[in-house]
């Protein structure tokens, strides 16, 4: 009601007793001018923080880069974090499916302090828990979930999308060491993150392999971990280490190993020949990856001959890479076998196709190999060697395993033969083995076994046995007369001959008449004796006795 109204009129008040007072008048006073309540103060001062936000984001925002994976597993949008070193460097933003299908393509948001990692040879991967042949990884995102693990390139270009690892890496940029390049035939049991081991000592891993552009081999490329890259020189050797390297020879049972792990995963050891290490390797250096210690520790072979050889016998047991020997030492190996027939000789032949290397043969002055010789030099030798009785012969390596190696002696006993220089490869002419010689025999003598008439010996013997067996059944009931008729008879005549032994024994007695007698006739006999030796004693001195006489004594 504005002061402009007119006061309504009182209506008359119903009657009231004469002693009630009358009623007030109201007072009308103006109303004060507007003023703002302090509750304002809240949302102004919201809004100031917001825009202080805002802009404080604005500032601190990084440049956007997107990510591509296979799949999205264990990755949420504005909570999965982007991490370098466990430090947060950038958020992912949103998930996006791609229009082919075949991937997932990831929005991240990086820091303003994180534009190092836009270079283009920048690698992302996503952080799970993980077993592989490094071992067990990402065990800390069982509790806090999975993140994106980032290594900053160091290349001079940015990009704006990069292709997300499946696998973590090996090797950081930031780790202190140098690769090294292996070359092999294959990986065998190798793979990424198989551990490189120095006298036994873990110094370093398998950090990437690829398959040779002719697929004749495979490049492995490893990471040596400083101080330990130190110790790899020119001249050092890698083999592989992996499984079990069991020999058994006549020096007894030998087990080399670098340690379980390389049982299951494998691994790579490497060391210099006879500890002499030479000067260091530079980064990136190539080396061959031998199978096994043996085969990386051994001296250089030199140039190699092929040869061709021929045998007439089973080869069973004899297998590619079975080794070549000449009196106790390896100098070459099998290379293949095989099977022709000879339509001249009208017979199969097998021939074994070997690779030697004659520097193993020669000596070595001074450590340094031998001068490089002339293929046809290499040729003269071998016919001569082969003039002399150089043959080639299977002989048997193991008789557990039945292993069959080729084995080079001279034979001076073996039929001469000649070798053509002109064919290629050269053939060496062999020796059958001994035991085939043998068997042989063996066979020779099984034929002749074959013809002897067993069933007629075996009807003679029966017979034989049955008029034997009747001759014993004879000669027994004559046995039992001669016991039941003889027998009383020798009894008797074993009488009389103890008493004709008892008579000789009282006749032979000291104290006997006979014996008396016989003494008394042997000193007559003695006596008799002397003087016929005084007779020819006196005759050879005065022979003329014989026909004067004996003089008279004089007196």
């Known amino acids: 009601m504005s002061e402009e109204d007119p006061q309504p009129q009182d209506k008359p008040a ?39 936000l805002v802009a404080r984001i604005l500032l601190e925002r990084g440049p956007e880069i997107v990510l591509t994976f296979k799949t999205a597993e264990g990755l949420e ?29 990831v929005l991240v948001q990086l820091n303003k302090d994180a534009d190092g990692f836009t270079a283009q040879d920048s690698r992302f991967w996503v952080v799970r828990p993980r077993l592989d042949t490094s071992g067990i990884s990402g065990l800390g995102t069982l509790l806090s979930g999975a993140y994106i693990g980032a290594d900053a390139g160091t290349a001079t270009e940015t990009a704006g ?13 930031d780790a202190s060491g140098q690769q090294f390049l292996l070359r092999a035939t294959d990986i065998g049991s190798l793979d990424v993150g198989s551990p490189v081991y ?36 020119v001249n050092t050797r890698f083999w592989q280490a992996s499984g079990i390297d069991a020999q058994l020879s006549a020096s007894g049972f030998t ?20 500890d002499a290490m030479g000067p260091l390797a530079k980064e990136n250096t190539a080396f061959m990856l031998a199978q096994d210690e043996a085969a990386a520790m051994k001296e250089p072979d030199g140039p190699s001959q092929t040869l061709l050889m021929y045998f007439n016998q089973s080869l069973r047991g004899l297998v590619p890479g079975a080794p070549v020997d000449f009196r106790g030492v390896v100098i070459g190996e099998v290379k293949s076998i095989g099977v022709e027939f000879d339509r001249a000789e009208r017979e199969f032949r097998m021939p074994v196709l070997v690779q030697v290397y004659p520097d193993r043969l020669r000596r070595r002055e001074n450590g340094q190999p031998p001068g490089a010789e002339s293929r046809v030099t290499q040729q003269e030798r071998l016919r001569f060697l082969a003039e002399k009785g150089l043959r080639a012969q299977l002989r048997n390596g193991n008789l557990l395993t039945g292993s069959v190696y ?12 000649k070798i053509d220089l002109a064919k290629s490869p050269i053939e060496l002419p062999t020796m059958p083995n001994s035991l085939d ?13 074959n013809k002897v008439p067993y069933e007629q010996i075996a009807a003679d013997l029966r017979t034989t046995l049955a008029t034997l067996n009747k001759t014993l059944t004879s000669a027994e009931q004559t046995v039992t007369r001669i016991n039941n008729d003889v027998t009383p008879e020798l009894a ?64």
Do not use: C
């Open 14 to 52: 119903p009657s009231a007793p004469p002693s009630a007072p009358p009623l007030p008048k109201p007072q009308v006073k103006r109303r004060r001018e507007w003023l703002p309540s302090l509750i304002w103060l809240i949302p102004i001062v919201a809004a100031l923080v917001g825009v202080t």
């Open 77 to 105: 949008a504005g909570k999965t974090a982007v991490k370098y070193k466990d430090v947060q460097i950038g958020l992912v933003q949103s998930l996006r499916l791609a229009r082919d299908r075949s991937h997932v393509r």
């Open 161 to 173: 999308e990069f292709t997300g690892l499946e696998t973590p890496p090996i090797v950081t940029r």
């Open 198 to 233: 120095f006298r036994r000592i873990k110094v370093g891993q398998v950090a990437a392999y690829e398959l040779d552009g002719d697929g004749r081999g495979v490049t492995l490329r490893v990471f040596v971990n400083a101080p330990y890259d130190k110790f790899v020189g």
């Open 255 to 274: 087990l080399r190993t670098q340690s379980l792990a390389t049982i299951l995963l494998g691994g790579i050891a490497f060391q210099a020949p006879e």
């Open 406 to 417: 080729v084995a080079l002696d001279f034979f001076p006993k073996a039929p001469p033969a």
């Open 437 to 449: 010689e043998i068997q042989s025999q063996v066979q020779e003598i099984a034929s002749k076994l």
């Open 492 to 555: 008797a005549a074993m009488k009389d001959v103890r008493k004709t032994v008892n008579t000789a024994e009282r006749t032979l007695a000291d104290d006997s008449p006979l014996q008396q007698d016989m003494r008394q006739t042997l000193q007559e006999l003695t006596r008799a004796a002397g003087s016929v030796r005084v007779l020819t004693d006196y005759l050879e001195r005065h022979p003329e006795s014989l026909l004067r006489g004996k003089p008279d004594d004089k007196k």
